[in-house]
Structure formats: structure tokens, C-alpha cells
């Protein structure tokens, strides 16, 4: 790892909404801030708040030892970086760019091979409110690499280091998106239940609130379950299957497209059929994971 220890200046590089959330965050903490961006207009935005403005991608690496990406995903770490990579040498990239782990592994493979140091990262926000007091960044890579650049990160959002496999970062935020675009979708389909039935979706959202309040009740059960192999029982899966049901008729009555939920009755109805073939009860998890143990 280099010598050198973070100073107070950063490159970020990718100015979407989250690149930009970042450099404001950087720039309030009295970061100094160089900025790239392949539309040029958005780094234009950020220069007028303070930030330096790098012509090239290759003045953006130069002009600090750390630079932060904030892109698409890792394909477009390739396209900006690509015809750049004899000039990472000696540098540190801190990825926050969301992907697979597999491609992320990648990704860091590339950049310790062109020289440099790198880390993985990916933002818990909401939206791309990175001061939201539920925010936070998973980072996984070296540790070294991370406790000496943890000091330059912390303006974008409470740290999390979860370990040196490149991808770690990548799995859990993969698996909290796994669970919020689902829980997104449904309140949708519920919102639609409640306004095509001739009622006040601002009315519903106090119930929808106090009922997630059980949500870490039902996540401790199915973790707990989960190692153990799954766990469920024959009148579970046949309650949750006619629930389902349920929820399908009452969209379909006032005109709602219950697809989410026809989704979730093909996993219940897997499970009961695989339990009927078997000598014992098959629970989702068992199917979802890719097999009975």
C-alpha cells in the first residue's frame, strides 16, 4: 500500500445524482473536490459549488491520490478509465458504483493490475439523500486500504466495513435491494387496491407504517429459520397460498394488476407441490436457495 495518507482532496468521477450528492457532501466538510464527468454540463453544476472541474479523466486521477467513482456500474468504470490505465498506478479507487459481486471481484482485479488500490463500496440512502439519518456505505477490500482512507470517506454517509472480499460489499446490498424492490412494488399494487376501490392512499399510509413496525419480527423468524435449513409447516404454506389468493381477487376486482402477486403464488404453490412429493415439509427458502438440503 502507498506511503501517503489521505489528505483532504478527492476526485470524483460520475456525476449522476448520487455523484453529485457526494461531491456537496465532500465540499460541505471542507473536502477539496475535482470533478469529471463525460457530460460535461453536470460538472459544470458542481464547479459553480465549489468543486474543480478536470478536462479529462486522466486530470481527475492525477490531480488526486483518491478518486471516487460513481457510475452505472463497473462496465462504465471500463469506458472512462479504460484508455487511462498506465495512469493508476500509485492511486486509490474507491468504486461506489453498484454491480455483482463477481463483477465487482473483477473490477478490482483490473485496477490492482493497472496498479493501484482499490475498494468496493455501495450506498444504503434514500434516494440519493446520503444524509439521511438511515444512509450508510457498505465497504468491503483490505482493510489497510480502508482505515487509511476511512477518515476522507466519512462525509458521504456512516461506514460499514464488512470485510477484504472485494464483493462482500456487493452481496449485502444486493440482498437489501432484493428486499426493497419487492416491498416497493407491493406498496404500489396496495396504493392502486386502495385508490381503485374509492378511498385516501394518504389515509392508508399511518397503517402501512405501524404494520412495518413487525417487519424485524418476521426478518429475526426467517433468519433464524433460514439457518436452520428453512423451516415451514403444511398449513403455513397452505394459509400463505390462499392469502395470496386473496390479495389476487381484490386487485383483479377494482382493475389492479396483481402481477407481484401472482409471483409470490407461484413460489407458495412450488412449495406445496415439492412438500407433496416429499417425505417432509419444503419450505420457500429450500426452493429460493437452490435445492433441499
Not at 100 to 110: I, K, Y
Not at 180 to 198: D, N, V, Y
Not at 243 to 253: D, G, L, N, R, V
Amino acid at each position: 500500500m502507498s506511503e501517503l495518507s489521505s489528505t483532504r482532496s478527492v476526485s470524483v468521477i460520475g456525476l449522476g445524482p448520487m455523484g453529485q450528492a457526494m461531491v456537496r457532501a465532500f465540499l460541505a466538510a471542507g473536502v477539496e473536490v475535482t470533478v469529471y464527468n463525460r457530460t460535461a454540463a453536470k460538472a459544470d453544476a458542481m464547479v459553480e459549488l465549489g468543486a474543480r472541474k478536470a478536462a479529462t479523466a486522466a486530470d481527475a486521477l492525477a490531480a488526486n491520490e483518491v478518486t471516487v467513482l460513481s457510475l452505472t456500474h463497473y462496465d462504465a468504470m471500463y469506458a472512462v478509465l479504460g484508455e487511462v490505465g498506465d495512469r493508476l498506478s500509485g492511486k486509490v479507487m474507491v468504486n461506489l458504483s453498484s454491480d455483482s459481486p463477481a463483477r465487482t471481484r473483477r473490477g478490482a482485479e483490473w485496477a490492482r493490475a493497472n496498479g493501484a488500490e482499490f475498494l468496493s463500496g455501495c450506498v444504503m440512502s434514500a434516494g440519493d439523500n446520503i444524509a439521511h439519518p438511515a444512509s450508510y456505505i457498505f465497504y468491503s477490500g483490505p482493510r489497510a486500504v480502508f482505515d487509511a482512507h476511512a477518515e476522507l470517506l466519512r462525509p458521504l454517509s456512516p461506514q460499514e466495513y464488512l470485510g477484504t472480499d472485494d464483493g462482500v460489499a456487493q452481496v449485502f446490498y444486493q440482498a437489501l435491494l432484493t428486499v426493497f424492490h419487492p416491498w416497493l412494488l407491493a406498496f404500489e399494487q396496495a396504493a392502486a387496491l386502495i385508490e381503485r376501490s374509492g378511498h385516501d392512499v394518504a389515509r392508508f399510509v399511518p397503517f402501512a407504517t405501524r404494520s412495518a413496525e413487525a417487519f424485524p419480527f418476521f426478518m429475526e423468524h426467517a433468519a433464524a429459520a433460514a439457518q436452520r435449513g428453512g423451516e415451514a409447516t403444511a398449513a403455513h404454506l397452505q394459509m400463505m397460498d390462499a392469502s395470496t389468493h386473496h390479495i389476487i381477487e381484490a386487485s383483479e376486482e377494482v382493475g389492479v394488476d396483481p402481477a407481484l402477486s401472482r409471483a409470490a403464488a407461484a413460489i407458495w404453490q412450488r412449495a406445496i407441490a415439492a412438500t407433496e412429493a416429499a417425505d417432509h415439509v419444503v419450505s420457500p427458502y429450500e426452493l429460493l436457495r437452490g435445492g433441499q438440503r
